[in-house]
């Protein structure tokens, strides 16, 4: 199978690339920064003429706007509608016309305004606060309206040994300043991108359409993120304080809980989903190299 992949260097996008090492499929993997096929997905003659050229039969769409605090910039709405909206329709669309699938990864943030304290599942209505979440639920929608074969997965708190993330960030914090304060008061569950990618491997093969959640098992806030972080690095100068959300202002107000309901994809697929802390210390002993 001829398999597309748009945001290849991006956290998911990279972390594709090491699950297609030694795959009997095919993978094309493109972006618009250097080192990469350039391919503007927001283009969608361009997306036909790839696809076509490419005989491609299944898209992972892994580009996004993420920036979520910036995508509240008034002037910016119209290239985040057009990346996190318009772009996966253009897949959609290009699927559509060539009998194909169209894997695209959404978020956590579609949910967030109505109160709730159970795990979300897939059809939960959207209600998201700001517009990184209006612009994915536009995307979703999009796609769905496209009439493709398209399987839609929400992840949450992504992180990986690539590009910029929370993870990363905690672990240059942790050993670099005397103290820090992080919110507890926002809970949800972190997800290891490589663990996304080997389920989107799986889910390739006997694809099913529909919207599905995925991140790892467990619950945790941000503060016990931070704490399993430096704890797994072995960088304890660092006087971890919980906080509250408030006491960081910020243009968008995020979900206070965002834990997703993962039993769809997993009777659905047989995806094994590690436990957060499992995958964490995987990661950070890659990023060490230990």
Same mark, same amino acid.
Not at 83 to 106: C, F, I, Q, T, Y
């Given at each position: ?21 030694? /795959? ?8 618009? =920064? ?6 503007? #997905? ?5 997306? %036909? ?6 005989? !491609?039969?299944?898209?992972?769409? =892994? ?5 979520? +605090?910036?995508?509240? +910039?008034? &002037? %910016?709405? +119209?290239?985040? &509608? ?21 894997? @695209?990864? /959404? ?10 304290? #159970? $795990? =979300? ?16 639920? @536009?995307?979703?929608?999009?796609? !769905? ?21 929370? =993870? ?9 300043? $005397? ?15 490589? +663990?996304?990618?080997?389920? #989107? ?9 529909? !919207?599905? @959640?995925?991140?790892? &098992? ?10 399993? !972080?430096? &704890?797994? /690095? ?6 971890? %304080? ?8 910020? $243009?968008?107000? %995020? $979900? ?22 499992? /995958?964490?210390?995987?990661? #950070? ?6």
């Amino acid at each position: 199978m001829n398999i597309l992949v748009t945001g290849a260097n991006g956290q998911l996008g990279n972390e594709m690339q090491i699950t297609a090492k030694g /795959s009997r499929d095919r993978y094309f993997f493109t972006d618009v =920064c250097d080192g990469y096929e350039h391919l503007d #997905i927001t283009d969608l003659e361009a997306v %036909r003429a790839y696809v076509a050229a490419n005989r !491609i039969e299944a898209t992972v769409n =892994c580009a996004a706007w993420t920036n979520v +605090d910036a995508a509240e +910039d008034p &002037e %910016r709405f +119209d290239l985040v &509608e057009a990346l996190n909206a318009k772009a996966p329709e253009n897949l959609a669309v290009a699927m559509k016309e060539v009998g194909g699938l169209l894997v @695209h990864v /959404s978020t956590d943030y579609v949910f967030g305004k109505e109160p709730y304290n #159970i $795990p =979300c599942k897939e059809d939960q209505k959207g209600t998201p606060t700001g517009v990184y979440g209006l612009t994915k639920l @536009h995307g979703e929608q999009n796609i !769905i309206a496209s009439g493709c074969n398209y399987v839609i997965i929400r992840t949450a708190w992504l992180y990986s040994e690539f590009g910029k993330n929370f =993870c990363k960030t905690m672990l240059n914090l942790t050993a670099t300043k $005397p103290q820090l304060n992080v919110v507890f008061d926002q809970v949800g569950t972190p997800t290891y991108a490589l +663990d996304l990618a080997k389920a #989107i491997v799986t889910i390739l093969k006997k694809p099913v359409s529909g !919207i599905y @959640h995925y991140s790892n &098992e467990g619950v945790c806030s941000w503060y016990d993120f931070t704490k399993m !972080i430096q &704890e797994f /690095s072995g960088q304890r100068g660092c006087d971890v %304080r919980p906080c509250h959300s408030n006491e960081f202002p910020s $243009p968008v107000v %995020r $979900p206070s809980y965002s834990v997703l309901d993962k039993t769809k994809i997993k009777q659905t697929f047989g995806v094994e989903v590690p436990y957060w802390t499992d /995958s964490l210390k995987a990661c #950070i002993k890659n990023m060490m190299g230990k």
